[in-house]
C-alpha cells in the first residue's frame, strides 16, 4: 500500500538522499554479473536480492543516523520491454520482476524508516534505449504507451512516486509524464546533460524543462542533473530542485576537458587522482551539507572506478 504518494514529503524542503552508483557498487566491488547493467535482474533468485538489501541497507543507514529523509529509488533503470526481451523475459516475468523490485523497498522500509527519516519510495524508469545518447528518438506518445506498461505496474505495487533517469530527448521524458499522469503517479525527471548544459541532443537544459512544462501543463515534482558540469557550480541551472546529495569521492567527472592530464587520469574533487571516466552524476544538489553527510559512505565506494559505462 502506497504511504507517501498523496503527499511527498521531500516537497515539504527538507533534505533527502538516495543511493548512488548501484550498478558500479554490484559490479565492481562486489563482483555481481550485471549483463547489460541490469540490477533487476539479480531479483531473479535470494542471493542477488539479498545483494540489493544489503546495497539499500547501507544508504539508508546514512539518512537514518544524520535524520534526514531517503528515495528508496528501484533497481530498475533496465526494466523495461526492450531490455528485458534482450534478457530473456517476457511481458509476465518483467512485470513480476519490477513488482519484486518494489517488494523489496516496502520491506526495507517497513525495516528501517523512522520519524526523523522517512523514506519515499521511487519506481525507477530508463530510457528506452541508451542514457547518454539519444538514438531513434520516439514521438511522446509512443514514449507514453511504451513506459506506460511499467509504470502501470509501479502504481499497481504501492510505489509512491515515479522517477525517470537518464532522459536523453524531451520527448521521451514527454511521454513518461504523460503515462505517470494517467496512472495517478507523481513523477521527477532526471535529463542526461552534457558539458556546456546541453542534453545529447543538443537541446539547452532550460529549453528542455520548459518545454515539458508546457506541453504537460504542469510542473515535474523535480527535475534533476546528469551532468559533470552541473557538479562545478549547481546554482547556475534553472529550476532544477531535485533533492539527491553528491558524494564528493564517487566517480564522477569535474574538471573540464582541459584538465585531462598527460597520462588520461584527472585531478579529483577529493583531491585524489582518479581515471578519466565519462560519468554524469546521478543527481546533483549544490548543497553543502548534503555533500558532507556522503562523507559517511564506506570506504568501498572510493575504489577505481574506471571502464563504466552504466548510468550510476
Known amino acids: ?3 507517501y504518494r498523496q503527499h511527498l514529503p521531500q516537497l515539504e524542503g527538507n533534505l533527502f538522499l538516495t543511493d548512488g552508483g548501484i550498478e558500479t557498487t554490484l559490479m565492481f566491488q562486489e563482483g ?3 549483463p547489460y547493467f541490469a540490477a533487476f535482474h539479480l531479483l531473479k533468485d535470494e542471493p542477488g536480492t539479498e545483494a540489493l538489501r544489503r546495497y539499500f541497507t547501507r544508504h539508508a543507514a546514512i539518512a ?3 535524520g534526514v529523509g531517503f528515495i ?4 530498475t533503470w533496465r526494466a523495461n520491454s526492450d531490455w528485458g526481451e534482450k534478457l530473456g523475459y517476457s511481458t509476465a516475468t518483467l512485470a513480476e520482476a519490477n513488482r519484486k523490485a518494489i517488494a523489496l523497498l516496502h520491506e526495507l522500509r517497513a525495516a528501517l524508516e523512522t520519524d526523523r527519516s522517512p523514506m519515499v519510495i521511487s519506481g525507477c524508469v530508463g530510457p528506452r534505449g541508451d542514457g547518454y545518447d539519444p538514438g531513434a528518438i520516439m514521438s511522446p506518445k509512443a514514449a507514453e504507451v511504451y513506459h506506460a506498461v511499467q509504470i502501470k505496474t509501479f502504481a499497481e505495487t504501492g510505489a509512491d512516486m515515479v522517477t525517470a533517469i537518464t532522459m536523453t530527448n524531451v520527448n521521451e521524458a514527454l511521454g513518461v509524464v504523460q503515462a505517470a499522469r494517467a496512472a ?3 513523477v521527477g525527471i532526471s535529463f542526461t546533460v552534457e558539458t556546456g548544459g546541453k542534453l545529447p541532443t543538443g537541446q539547452p537544459l532550460q529549453e528542455a524543462i520548459q518545454e515539458v512544462d508546457a506541453a504537460t501543463d504542469t510542473r515535474l515534482l523535480h527535475d534533476q542533473l546528469r551532468s559533470p558540469e552541473a557538479l562545478r557550480d549547481g546554482s547556475g541551472w534553472p529550476r532544477v530542485d531535485g533533492k539527491a546529495a553528491w558524494h564528493p569521492r564517487q566517480c564522477i567527472e569535474v574538471q573540464s576537458r582541459r584538465a585531462r592530464r598527460g597520462d588520461g587520469s584527472r585531478r579529483w574533487q577529493s583531491g585524489r ?3 578519466a571516466v565519462r560519468r554524469p552524476a546521478r543527481a546533483v544538489f549544490a548543497d553543502q551539507r548534503a555533500r558532507r553527510l ?3 559512505r564506506p570506504p568501498a565506494y572510493r575504489a577505481n572506478c574506471d571502464g563504466l559505462h552504466g548510468h550510476s
Open 273 to 275: 587522482t582518479r581515471p
Open 72 to 75: 528508496l529509488e528501484s533497481a
Open 32 to 34: 555481481l554479473d550485471l
Open 64 to 66: 537514518r543516523r544524520r
Open 294 to 296: 556522503l562523507w559517511d
Open 1 to 3: 500500500m502506497t504511504t
Open 184 to 186: 495517478g503517479m507523481p
